[in-house]
């Protein structure tokens, strides 16, 4: 009975070890954070964004970059298009200067240099904005940023979403989205 007892503690102390060590490492995955001045997590995107009055991009500022982060990768899409899922921009290998913190599109421009782009679902490079049809419902942009802990990702140039999230899947430190929404009237 005593041996059952202590067994019984032995495999609690061992399944609390796990717990802790599970919830150490998850915390570290989730500390990355991502605003914006030009909207908020799940709220409307102004016109400005849109293809109603420009092609602009809102600003990015990212924080709390995990300690080991060489680059960043970024996807915008909206998963509420007609037939697909529709990619508005990927960036990837961004570069982190080992920064802590920094701000993409500081201009509200795609303009960046310091990193590679990927094709868009329009078969583009740039940053392409928001556009549903007038008779849709609102629709879902999700800004996708990741940290990862490898400078230069190897893969082709020009390869898919898909791909490239299969392909940086062990160097993920951390992970963030926000979500912009958008209607046309």
């Given at each position: 009975?005593?041996?059952?007892?202590?067994?019984?503690?032995?495999?609690?102390?061992?399944?609390?070890?796990?717990?802790?060590?599970?919830?150490?490492?998850?915390?570290?995955?989730?500390?990355?954070?991502?605003?914006?001045?030009?909207?908020?997590?799940?709220?409307?995107?102004?016109?400005?964004?849109?293809?109603?009055w420009g092609?602009?991009?809102?600003?990015?500022?990212?924080?709390?970059?995990?300690?080991?982060?060489?680059?960043l990768a970024?996807?915008?899409?909206?998963?509420?298009?007609?037939?697909?899922?529709?990619?508005?921009?990927?960036?990837?290998?961004?570069?982190?200067?080992?920064?802590?913190?920094?701000?993409?599109?500081?201009?509200?421009?795609?303009?960046?240099?310091?990193?590679?782009?990927?094709?868009?679902?329009?078969?583009?490079?740039?940053?392409?904005?928001?556009?549903?049809?007038?008779?849709?419902?609102?629709?879902?942009?999700?800004?996708?940023?990741?940290?990862?802990?490898?400078?230069?990702?190897?893969?082709?140039?020009?390869?898919?979403?898909?791909?490239?999230?299969?392909?940086?899947?062990?160097?993920?430190?951390?992970?963030?989205?926000?979500?912009?929404?958008?209607?046309?009237?």
């Amino acid at each position: 009975m005593v041996l059952l007892i202590l067994w019984f503690w032995v495999l609690l102390l061992i399944f609390s070890f796990v717990v802790i060590m599970v919830s150490l490492k998850y915390a570290e995955i989730w500390k990355l954070q991502v605003t914006s001045p030009d909207f908020k997590n799940n709220t409307f995107l102004w016109s400005q964004f849109t293809c109603d009055w420009g092609n602009l991009i809102p600003k990015l500022e990212i924080n709390n970059l995990p300690e080991n982060t060489k680059s960043l990768a970024i996807i915008i899409d909206d998963p509420d298009a007609i037939k697909n899922t529709f990619v508005h921009f990927i960036a990837r290998d961004i570069k982190t200067n080992w920064q802590t913190s920094l701000t993409l599109f500081e201009d509200n421009k795609d303009t960046l240099v310091w990193f590679t782009r990927w094709l868009n679902s329009f078969w583009n490079l740039n940053w392409w904005w928001p556009c549903p049809p007038k008779w849709h419902w609102i629709h879902r942009y999700f800004f996708k940023i990741y940290a990862l802990s490898k400078e230069k990702l190897d893969l082709k140039e020009w390869v898919d979403k898909d791909e490239l999230l299969d392909t940086m899947q062990p160097y993920n430190l951390s992970y963030w989205e926000m979500i912009g929404l958008y209607k046309r009237d």
